[in-house]
T-cell receptor
Framework: ETGVTQSPTHLIKTRGQQVTLRCSSQSGHNTVSWYQQALGQGPQFIFQYYREEENGRGNFPPRFSGLQFPNYSSELNVNALELDDSALYLC??????????????FGPGTRLTVL | AQSVTQLGSHVSVSEGALVLLRCNYSSSVPPYLFWYVQYPNQGLQLLLKYTSAATLVKGINGFEAEFKKSETSFHLTKPSAHMSDAAEYFCAVSDSSYKLIFGSGTRLLVRP
């Protein structure tokens, strides 16, 4: 049990729609990262937020965006959904400013299916 | 750019046998290395991490890993497999800033 929660657990959308995924970090964790895990693959880094500012971004298009709120919650928004967006989306929180030795604590994920 | 290679997408062992999951990394800077485990329909749980202290790192559930710079490896071992160890295991490297770069994972099967 990491103390990181995500909602919803599962979601089905159709191509072209928009989706919002939510994450609640551990209390006191100022950094949240989002990852996309396609079936049979390792997680891929989408972006990271530190104290409500984007702190770094992976190789994902701008239709992937995020928000982080002062109450340790965060959102991942994906516009214009494509079939390839079907994946497990994981959020992870960490206590520091995303420095590389910090342990990231992962939530259980949201499984998104795009039809 | 950093990368991680996990040799063997599936590894099968008998209960009580040695577990060896292989991980090789590529990094232009001193790496920080992690092993995570993922049980079905769950998120990732940290097993252990190497952050440039001792090269032999002990983790949870009896797992350990040894950092070998000359071989650019960070293999995960456990002396005696248990049925509850069946899961997917991911090796990851952290670059000099903030993100984790994961390998493609190794699914461990434990035979009774």
């Amino acid at each position: 049990e990491t103390g990181v929660t995500q909602s919803p657990t599962h979601l089905i959308k159709t191509r072209g729609q928009q989706v919002t995924l939510r994450c609640s970090s551990q209390s006191g964790h100022n950094t949240v990262s989002w990852y996309q895990q396609a079936l049979g693959q390792g997680p891929q880094f989408i972006f990271q937020y530190y104290r409500e500012e984007e702190n770094g971004r992976g190789n994902f298009p701008p239709r992937f965006s995020g928000l982080q709120f002062p109450n340790y919650s965060s959102e991942l928004n994906v516009n214009a959904l494509e079939l390839d967006d079907s994946a497990l989306y994981l959020c992870a929180s960490s206590p520091g400013q995303g420095i590389s030795t910090d342990t990231q604590y992962f939530g259980p994920g949201t499984r998104l299916t795009v039809l | 750019a950093q990368s991680v290679t996990q040799l063997g997408s599936h590894v099968s062992v008998s209960e009580g046998a040695l577990v060896l999951l292989r991980c090789n990394y590529s990094s232009s800077v001193p790496p920080y290395l992690f092993w995570y485990v993922q049980y079905p329909n769950q998120g990732l749980q940290l097993l252990l991490k190497y952050t440039s202290a001792a090269t032999l790192v002990k983790g949870i559930n009896g797992f350990e890993a040894e950092f070998k710079k000359s071989e650019t490896s960070f293999h995960l071992t456990k002396p005696s497999a248990h049925m509850s160890d069946a899961a997917e295991y991911f090796c990851a490297v952290s670059d000099s800033s903030y993100k984790l770069i994961f390998g493609s994972g190794t699914r461990l099967l434990v035979r009774p």
